[in-house]
């Protein structure tokens, strides 16, 4: 049995300069063996999951995985039965979808959680809007110019498909929504972007598009996560892959590392744990 | 979309966003508000027109004044409930509300209070059954129609105790001031009503209650998910509805003079007709203050109009009935496809405007 010198000298030198260099890019949010219940329905029994700064990370998994469970919890409209959730490492307790707002986590959830009768402007500034000078916000007056400018801005910014602001979201086509979704979890300085299932609902024209505004999320220096039933576009799209099976995650690798076969597999329990 | 396929799906079209006109020609109102209030007046000046013509009493200030003054509760109620409706509730109570509030401020008077604080008082009993109403909703989840009919007859209960059920009578001539005086040659009432109804419209259309009100009757899960606090909303909502009905039952009482504990059911219909009327949805999430302020309006000049022509009584509650099927009626009718295409048709119409706003391709 060989001995290494360095691990039996047990220097804390030693150990701190081992520690940096695993941990990075160190992780900006971090699930650890998370757990949560439905009554005696276990929908999350070990749910392991790390963002690293700048990344793309889809979670797949079959139906009944806890995909869509694990990204309750981070978006903060459920909370865990038990484990905790670590954001850039202090661990933190997000109450509901505004918390997880002041931790920069944007939910774009799969129904798009949208206001039919508001307009697209309107429904990016969704709890979240500006009011005027002191004496009228006291009245919670509405700055509306300033939040149509702004608006304006991040659509730009964004460059997605919204004819025009002022358009009520009733009148939308299903891409137009998604984009208006994805452009109110992007703007105004979020770091987070959560994604429920983005492109189950579209056309391939307009799945096309959603990828390409993740890829433009991600060259705007923010994370994402994405939930996803279509694995070419997890392998087009995401640096890191993490598979749940049966409330458990299997394994997290990177797109490089892996297969589609080698996915799959874990997916349904033929690989992996 | 007619659209050509392009290798660059993501397009910024960016003339559309940025024209100044548009901004000027948008102002938030919708194209399909805009025709139904145009529709309202007409109907109420068409109205008017007609009886002037047959009887010539109508434009005179006498009967304008009569008008104003008649239709000033269910004005100040609508447009308050106008807001509960948008939020996807509704409160059925405010009839129950006018009458207890009527017999509080009498009540008041009677035990020696003075006038202001005696409508202040009545005003907050309304609120404390909106508040008890938002309970009975929030708190409890009880649906509103069934929880504000519990009230309704709760409010008219409470107010029959207090006054054994007869009417309150030997109250001071300057209780009649508000709901029947003159300020300035004008009835007491069009100040009011206008004021009320413009505090109701900013509050719709220029506040965050406004706002919320929309997303929770829209779509309340989403409105939760995206921060909004709906159980501030409908309190708020709630809240506001039994103030203007406070208010209103204080103006109602002292129109009449002698506050009585009689219910008024007439009023909680008139009440959802002209918030109806005015295109507000029963379903929530869209409606306006101002178009019940014309609902009102209308259903005001229709009952004047056949009291000036003579149309018995009965009559009249027919034609109120027929107004509010016709109207709801038309507007439906009017948004299918086929007879939207039919309407294209005989009155040309413009065309789809998509394809002239369209930018080019941003390269």
């Known amino acids: 049995m060989h001995v290494h010198p360095v691990s039996s000298s047990g220097s804390p030198a030693a150990w701190s300069r081992t520690a940096s260099v695993t941990e990075t890019p160190s992780a900006i949010l971090e699930v650890k063996s998370a757990e949560k219940h439905f009554g005696g329905v276990v929908a999350l029994s070990d749910g392991n999951f790390e963002l690293r700064p700048n990344e793309v990370h889809a979670i797949v998994g079959d139906n009944g995985a806890g995909k869509s469970t694990l990204l309750k919890l981070i978006a903060g409209a459920l909370q865990p039965d038990g484990g905790e959730i670590l954001i850039d490492g202090v661990r933190v307790t997000i109450a509901n979808p505004k918390a997880a707002r002041v931790f920069g986590i944007a939910t774009v959830f799969q129904d798009l959680a949208l206001i039919d009768h508001l307009d697209a402007g309107s429904n990016m500034f969704l709890g979240r809007e500006l009011l005027r000078r002191p004496p009228l916000s006291w009245l919670g007056v509405l700055d509306k110019p300033a939040m149509r400018a702004r608006a304006i801005e991040e659509v730009h910014r964004l460059k997605v498909d919204i004819r025009s602001v002022d358009q009520l979201v009733l009148g939308m086509s299903g891409g137009q929504r998604q984009a208006v979704a994805v452009a109110r979890a992007v703007a105004f300085g979020n770091r987070i972007i959560v994604m429920d299932e983005p492109t189950a609902a579209l056309g391939v024209r307009e799945s096309r598009a959603v990828i390409d505004l993740i890829k433009e999320i991600q060259g705007q220096g923010l994370s994402v996560i994405m939930i996803s039933h279509s694995l070419p576009e997890v392998f087009e799209v995401a640096d890191r892959i993490t598979v749940l099976r049966l409330g458990k995650t299997v394994q997290t690798t990177t797109r490089q590392q892996t297969s589609l076969t080698d996915i799959v597999g874990m997916m349904t329990g033929a690989y992996g744990r | ?363």
């Not at chain 2, 009569?66 to 509960?84: D, F, N, W």
């Not at chain 2, 404390?128 to 309970?135: D, E, M, P, Q």
């Open chain 2, 1 to 363: 979309m007619a659209q050509p396929a392009n290798t660059r799906p993501l397009q910024v079209s960016s003339t559309a966003m940025d024209v100044g006109w548009r901004k000027a020609v948008n102002l938030k109102l919708r194209k399909r508000d805009v025709q139904r209030m145009i529709a309202n007046v007409s109907i109420i000046l068409l109205i008017g027109l007609y009886v002037q013509v047959r009887t010539g009493l109508f434009y005179t200030t006498h009967n304008l004044e009569a008008v104003s003054i008649q239709i000033a509760v269910v004005t100040i109620v609508a447009s308050a409930m106008c807001l509960v409706m948008i939020a996807g509730s509704i409160d059925v109570s405010v009839s129950g509300t006018v009458v207890l509030s009527g017999v509080v401020a009498g009540l008041c008077v009677i035990h020696g209070l003075s006038l202001p604080v005696a409508f202040v008082i009545a005003t907050l009993s309304g609120v404390v059954v909106g508040l008890v109403n938002s309970f009975l909703v929030l708190g409890v989840g009880i649906t509103s129609l069934i929880a504000t009919i519990g009230t309704l007859y709760v409010t008219q209960g409470v107010a029959n105790l207090l006054t054994n059920g007869l009417p309150i009578a030997g109250l001071p001539l300057s209780f009649g001031r508000v709901g029947s005086g003159f300020i300035g040659g004008v009835p007491i009432a069009v100040p009011m009503v206008v004021v009320v109804v413009a505090i109701f419209v900013a509050i719709q259309r220029y506040t965050v209650l406004g706002r919320y009100a929309v997303a929770t009757g829209s779509d309340a899960k989403a409105a939760y998910l995206n921060g909004v606090n709906i159980r501030w909303t409908t309190t708020m909502c709630f809240a506001l509805t039994g103030a203007a009905a406070g208010w209103g039952g204080v103006v109602y009482a002292s129109r009449i003079g002698t506050p009585s504990p009689v219910l008024d059911n007439d009023l909680l219909f008139q009440v959802i007709v002209a918030i109806v009327v005015g295109g507000t949805s029963l379903f929530g999430g869209e409606g306006s203050v101002f178009g019940t302020f014309l609902g009102s309006m209308l259903i005001g000049v229709l009952n004047n109009g056949l009291n000036l022509l003579g149309v018995s009584t009965f009559w009249q509650y027919i034609a109120l009935g027929m107004l509010l099927v016709i109207s709801v009626g038309a507007d439906t009718v009017l948004r299918r496809d086929s007879v939207y295409r039919w309407r294209r048709a005989l009155f040309g119409g413009r065309k789809r405007q998509e394809a002239g706003r369209t930018a080019p391709v941003v390269q």
